[in-house]
């Protein structure tokens, strides 16, 4: 199995696995490790992607380089005036 | 001259992927909602699993705001095939679940008449599934038919001055920009623009697109908007309609 051929292995992994479904976690694989980016919801998201991939693939070093949304969502910023089509 | 009517208030958020691991975050950004919007949409994808626990940490979050809640579900309320009890956690929690059929909400400016469905994958002209071959080519591609004839029926009948379609897939490219167009059709659907754009609506909402963009239009004029949290990075948008159409 060549590094791309890991990565979208992993990237399935993450989506098919029922403590993950994440879908917007992108992994690389080049120079003997493994990077997994991307934003996840709460540090125990953070947690499982990672043992998705260390359980999928235990052979090569993780480098984490997931970040976590924001544990408050921000208040709303202002109003957008919408203007219909002529019907 | 006339002063402008007061445009209808729509505040709208989507893919909230709420779970038991980030329950109490949204309901503190939601406290302003009644001063700031007369409505709120929520475009599917309420869980993260499709689990009713998580259903349960959704409705903690989005009921009893002090203004109406209007949702549709998202492929993710549907992975664990408990989108019928999940309905139910929400409809109990007085949420409302839109899936083919439509809603008037009256406001201050009037009434708001939403449309909604969940929508499916099919894809866009000249790059969309095609119903031909395989029975499992023909499942997919008349599932994504019929997802839009359910937004059809949706906004037949619906007697409002301002009108809204509210889908979890994308009814048009524009708001996919970002995403990677190999993966487009599995992110949105043309015949829902085209269900959109017959009703004559006044907007339409969605969110299943993180990657996409904010802003898009129907080939009818429709004004799009993606409000997938992810994309919008705060706890909702809020968009002035004025009945009528005229700014």
């Known amino acids: 199995m060549n590094d791309v051929q ?15 479904h994440e879908m917007g976690v992108r992994i690389v694989v080049a120079g003997g490790r493994i990077v997994a980016s991307g934003e996840v919801a709460s540090e125990e998201r953070r947690q499982a992607v ?23 969502a921000p208040p709303p910023s202002g109003h957008e005036r919408i203007i219909p089509p002529e019907h | 001259m006339s002063a402008s009517p007061d445009p209808v208030r729509i505040a709208a958020v989507g893919d909230v992927h709420m779970g038991p691991d980030i329950r109490g975050r949204y309901r503190p950004a939601l406290a302003a909602l009644p001063e700031e919007a007369d409505l709120l949409l929520v475009a599917g994808d ?10 349960e940490v959704f409705a903690e979050e989005f009921s009893d705001l002090g203004v109406p809640v ?12 408990l989108e019928l009890k999940i309905r139910k956690v929400l409809s109990d929690a007085g949420i409302t679940v839109l899936e083919g059929e439509g809603v008037v909400v009256p406001t201050p ?7 909604g469905a969940k929508g499916f994958c099919l894809g866009f002209s000249g790059r969309r599934a095609s119903y031909f071959g395989e029975p499992e080519m023909k499942a997919f591609t008349g599932h994504g038919q019929h997802s839009a004839e359910l937004l059809r029926k949706a906004f037949q009948g619906l007697d409002a ?20 167009p190999e993966i487009w059709a599995f992110l949105g659907n043309y015949l829902l623009g085209d269900a959109i754009d017959e009703a004559g609506a006044d907007l339409a909402i969605h969110g299943h697109a993180h990657a996409g963009v904010e802003k898009g239009i129907t080939p009818g004029g429709v004004p799009v908007r993606n409000v997938a949290q992810p994309v919008i990075r705060t706890a909702y948008r809020v968009y002035d309609v004025v009945p009528g159409g005229t700014p």
Do not use: K, M, W
């Open chain 1, 50 to 72: 990672l043992a998705v991939i260390c359980e999928a693939d235990p052979g090569l070093p993780v480098s984490d380089q997931l970040t976590l949304a924001s544990p408050d």
């Open chain 2, 46 to 55: 309420l869980t993260q699993h499709g689990l009713v626990e998580e259903a």
């Open chain 2, 109 to 115: 400016a009037g009434d708001v008449g939403v449309a």
């Open chain 1, 6 to 20: 890991l990565a979208r292995r992993l990237e399935r992994a993450l989506i098919d696995d029922e403590r993950t």
């Open chain 2, 161 to 180: 001055p301002v009108r809204v379609g509210l889908t979890h897939f994308s009814p048009v490219v524009d708001t996919l920009s970002g995403e990677p």
């Open chain 2, 70 to 81: 209007i949702t549709v579900l998202g492929n993710h309320d549907y992975h664990a095939d």
